[in-house]
């Protein structure tokens, strides 16, 4: 260890304190700081941190409301309002997966904290009758997609799978996937690939230390993608396996439907290099960010950003006029992912989050701070639209296709492990009585057909489909046509469990 050396470029860089304990420490802990600060270029993350603060600390720009324009129809295909197009995308979305023209990517840095587990979120189980994890049932999700491609199209095909994780997840992720045998997808077809950290920062730009002897890291935001897109040479692995198009998406959806093939259609069909799925806003003041142009240019607008006033307006139609609900689930080509990774993403500037982040006192005391004492940066995933030359909009039914898995269960709590199972075993409800299937109660009367839950108190009908048997709600009215089931219900590769089945 050149310690010396270490020092000088410490000082000039204005964070010689992150030595100050150095004596007092271990050896290990000692090698440990040392690996840590050795790898950092302090030169760049100063100049991260003078641009994100100029950004933040600039007065509030002109209120984005006036620049707003909602999302045009000529670039807005709706899963409700184009029914008569929906074959024909999902036609060519198969054709495409059938030419091995077609990858996801998951963003999976995320921990567990706030669902209470220090687990990546993809190995939670919500309490689905089968215990399947987030990870099993988009793995699942992709082995049937590759099965209806063949089926459609008489060819094998390989839809690869790209998992971003963070420093933090990626040991744990890759022993998952090992110990479960990659849930039937061949192991050189998932390839894992790890997100940037930084370290947090006080607000004058010094790099915090969160014990002696290692420094607050945190992942770079899940637009840290296209800095280790480039790092780990994933564009030019997507290259070299004919990859054209990638769908990315977030961990914790347990609804997503992973290289959905009707968005790939879309996307393809309209000639887009860039796309994004939304839901429709419940209320105009729901918290979720909305997809739309300012000053001409498409991107995601904060809820905290826009005036109640603007949030309220509606169109002639009734609907609210920026109603396009961002659900970071998203479209790219691999020549614009090229051109992001090559050309666009050094432009990016970080986003500032003041929080509160333990650390170190002079005295070498922890301190838990009571009030924000400090900054992460970090990028987000649709910082990028603006790079776009062709961009859509692709709107889906949040019951068919959104139910995001945030926090621990609690009383009228709702992004949690109870409303994420309620969510997919409501939504298995309505496959079942479209197929033609009915559920009974314990004196054999029919229960009334009311799958879809207005309430979080709502209990819907134990009923659980594997993706093995049907991607989304095609190919089961062999198994349910005409009968009638006792609640709960699983159907899976072994076939139909339930309590009793009469034909009619």
Known sequence: MNVRELQGRLSRAGQEHLLQFWTELEEAQQAELYTELEAMDFAELNVFFQKATAGFSRPQQDSVDARMEPVPREVLGSTTRDQD???????????????????????AGGQGTRLGVAYPKGMYDVGLPSHKTLFQIQAERILKLQQLAEKC?????????????????????????TKHKYFGLRKENVIFFQQGMLPAMTFDGKIILEEKHRVSMAPDGNGGLYRALAAQNIVQDMERRGVGSVHVYCVDNILVRVADPRFIGFCV????????KVVEKTNPTEPVGVVCRVDGVYQVVEYSEIALATAQMRGPDGRLLFSAGNIANHFFTVPFLRDVVRVHEPQL????????????????????????????????????????KKFVVYEVLREDEFSPLKNADSQNGKDNPTTARHALMSLHHCWVLNAGGHFIDENGSRLPAIPRLKDANDAPIQCEISPLISYAGEGIESYVAGKEFHAPLIIDESGVHELVKNGL
Request: aromatic share 10%; proline share 5%.
């Open 85 to 107: 197009q929906l074959q024909a995308w999902e036609s060519e979305g198969l054709f495409q997966i059938s030419q091995n023209k077609v990858a996801v990517l998951l963003l």
């Open 153 to 177: 199209h008489g060819n094998k095909c390989i839809i690869p799978w790209y998992i971003m994780t963070s420093g933090r997840t990626m040991e744990s992720t890759e022993e998952f996937f």
């Open 269 to 276: 069909q309209k000639g887009a290099d860039c796309g994004a």
């Open 349 to 388: 500037l970080h986003h500032v989050a003041q929080k509160k982040i333990p650390c170190v006192g002079p005295q070498g005391q922890r301190v838990k701070p009571d009030k924000p004492n400090g900054i992460k940066m970090e990028k987000f995933v649709f910082d990028i639209f603006q790079f776009a």
